[in-house]
């Protein structure tokens, strides 16, 4: 097989090919936790143990019969890029899987929940039975046989990991995914929120009555498939587009970005006294917002009433991404709208998420062709920082750990991470995208 050769052609995936296209090709890639964000993975240790394969339902029939707003039917067949022929999508997984048995990823977060959902959709292209057995054991350790999770969901951080209840409940079946999931919604009914409807960041103190931009992706895109595939999807349709546009009036600003933070009571040291907001465009907020809308858009009815003023704010947004890329990169700075302080740094997750929010903007056709240029320099933006060890693992590297709101020193200061959750998940979901499209 020539350099030049894909790996990679169909639906049907062989996993064994993957690996000799990695050991082939030698990575010429450049090497350059509390709450977003909560989770610290200092102290997991590693292992090479993988998890039993699972059985599960025959065929994409029986997907459909549970709904999750995903495009199954779409050519996957993938585009390889940065000039080798690895797949890092499998590269990534199977090097996380390596690292860390099921039991070692950590507890019921968020980052789990994002990084296990780009482990699905690789297993959702690849097939590869070993993907989603991981992905089951990791959840069996928190749902048990009734379906309970022994949690009391006060932050919209712990509902995240609800995608991967509903994505195992439309691979297996097993009523007790359905019933996890059911507990998160129900929990919706009575969790608080601003005046006007926004749910809080947090029931505890330090967070009450604020919203994070990050928030919305922990909440909406689980709302907005459990709506679609378990039911009351015109409750969901109508909550997740009003918490959307609830958070952008707060947040978004004159250049299209969103602002981190913003305080209803205006208590908060960061809050200003008359808006409420925060003072900075941390840049993984503003990706967590924006795949929260491309993921809710996926869903939303063409019909729904507030799918226009969406589309507008997805607009705005992205406009703002564009005025910020980073030229020589073509990645984003940790602090969006400042890349010419000398502090600061272009971080990796935001990068990837911004990536795939203008890719998949364009191919669903929302905004004009043209910013297929600014994804697609993105995309080779965040290729480069992925690269193979001596050990022969994937790495992803320069990426934020959790981060809280504060002021500029206090961004640029952040601890950078190699394989942080938040940055692996990330870049899954940004390559099953752009492998796919190009850009």
């Given at each position: 097989?020539?350099?030049?050769?894909?790996?990679?052609?169909?639906?049907?995936?062989?996993?064994?090919?993957?690996?000799?296209?990695?050991?082939?090709?030698a990575c010429a890639s450049e090497t350059d936790d509390t709450t977003d964000d909560a989770t610290d993975h200092s102290n997991i240790e590693h292992s090479g143990t993988e998890a039993d394969a699972i059985q599960t339902t025959d065929g994409v029939s029986d997907r459909e019969l549970v709904d999750l707003g995903l495009d199954l039917n779409v050519d996957v067949?993938?585009?390889?890029?940065?000039?080798?022929?690895?797949?890092?999508?499998?590269?990534?997984?199977?090097?996380?899987?390596?690292?860390?048995?099921?039991?070692?990823?950590?507890?019921?977060?968020?980052?789990?929940?994002?990084?296990?959902?780009?482990?699905?959709?690789?297993?959702?292209?690849?097939?590869?039975?070993?993907?989603?057995?991981?992905?089951?054991?990791?959840?069996?350790?928190?749902?048990?046989?009734?379906?309970?999770?022994?949690?009391?969901?006060?932050?919209?951080?712990?509902?995240?990991?609800?995608?991967?209840?509903?994505?195992?409940?439309?691979?297996?079946?097993?009523?007790?995914?359905?019933?996890?999931?059911?507990?998160?919604?129900?929990?919706?009914?009575?969790?608080?929120?601003?005046?006007?409807?926004?749910?809080?960041?947090?029931?505890?103190?330090?967070?009450?009555?604020?919203?994070?931009?990050?928030?919305?992706?922990?909440?909406?895109?689980?709302?907005?498939?459990?709506?679609?595939?378990?039911?009351?999807?015109?409750?969901?349709?109508?909550?997740?587009?009003?918490?959307?546009?609830?958070?952008?009036?707060?947040?978004?600003?004159q250049n299209g970005l969103l602002k981190h933070a913003y305080d209803e009571s205006r208590t908060q040291s960061w809050a200003d006294p008359e808006t409420g907001r925060s003072a900075e465009h941390w840049c993984r907020a503003i990706g967590w917002y924006g795949m929260a809308t491309i993921d809710v858009l996926e869903i939303l009815p063409p019909s729904h009433?507030?799918?226009?003023?969406?589309?507008?704010?997805?607009?705005?947004?992205?406009?703002?991404?564009?005025?910020?890329?980073?030229?020589?990169?073509?990645?984003?700075?940790?602090?969006?709208?400042?890349?010419?302080?000398?502090?600061?740094?272009?971080?990796?997750?935001?990068?990837?998420?911004?990536?795939?929010?203008?890719?998949?903007?364009?191919?669903?056709?929302?905004?004009?062709?043209?910013?297929?240029?600014?994804?697609?320099?993105?995309?080779?933006?965040?290729?480069?920082?992925?690269?193979?060890?001596?050990?022969?693992?994937?790495?992803?590297?320069?990426?934020?750990?959790?981060?809280?709101?504060?002021?500029?020193?206090?961004?640029?200061?952040?601890?950078?991470?190699?394989?942080?959750?938040?940055?692996?998940?990330?870049?899954?979901?940004?390559?099953?995208?752009?492998?796919?499209?190009?850009?």
């Open positions: 097989m020539s350099r030049g050769q894909s790996c990679w052609t169909g639906r049907r995936v062989s996993l064994a090919l993957a690996m000799a296209c990695m050991a082939m090709t067949t993938l585009r390889i890029g940065n000039g080798t022929d690895v797949d890092w999508s499998v590269a990534i997984v199977e090097s996380t899987m390596k690292r860390f048995t099921p039991s070692q990823l950590g507890g019921w977060g968020y980052t789990q929940g994002l990084y296990l959902w780009g482990q699905y959709l690789v297993y959702q292209r690849t097939h590869e039975p070993r993907y989603l057995s991981y992905i089951k054991s990791w959840a069996d350790r928190f749902v048990d046989g009734n379906g309970h999770i022994d949690h009391s969901f006060n932050n919209l951080d712990s509902m995240e990991s609800g995608n991967v209840l509903l994505a195992l409940y439309a691979e297996t079946k097993q009523v007790k995914y359905k019933t996890a999931a059911t507990q998160i919604r129900n929990r919706l009914k009575t969790y608080p929120r601003t005046q006007d409807g926004g749910f809080w960041h947090a029931t505890s103190t330090s967070r009450q009555h604020q919203l994070w931009s990050d928030g919305v992706f922990m909440v909406n895109p689980f709302l907005a498939r459990y709506g679609k595939a378990i039911g009351e999807a015109t409750y969901a349709n109508d909550e997740v587009s009003k918490q959307l546009l609830v958070y952008a009036n707060h947040l978004q600003v009433p507030n799918r226009a003023k969406l589309l507008s704010v997805l607009g705005k947004l992205v406009d703002g991404f564009k005025t910020y890329q980073d030229p020589a990169t073509g990645r984003w700075f940790q602090v969006v709208d400042k890349g010419n302080l000398s502090d600061n740094w272009t971080e990796t997750s935001c990068s990837a998420m911004y990536t795939y929010t203008i890719s998949r903007a364009v191919e669903r056709g929302y905004i004009d062709p043209s910013y297929r240029t600014v994804s697609a320099k993105g995309y080779q933006g965040v290729l480069a920082r992925i690269s193979n060890g001596s050990d022969g693992l994937t790495n992803v590297s320069e990426i934020c750990i959790g981060t809280n709101v504060g002021d500029l020193a206090f961004y640029f200061a952040r601890p950078r991470k190699t394989n942080d959750l938040h940055g692996l998940g990330a870049v899954l979901i940004m390559n099953e995208q752009l492998a796919r499209t190009g850009g």
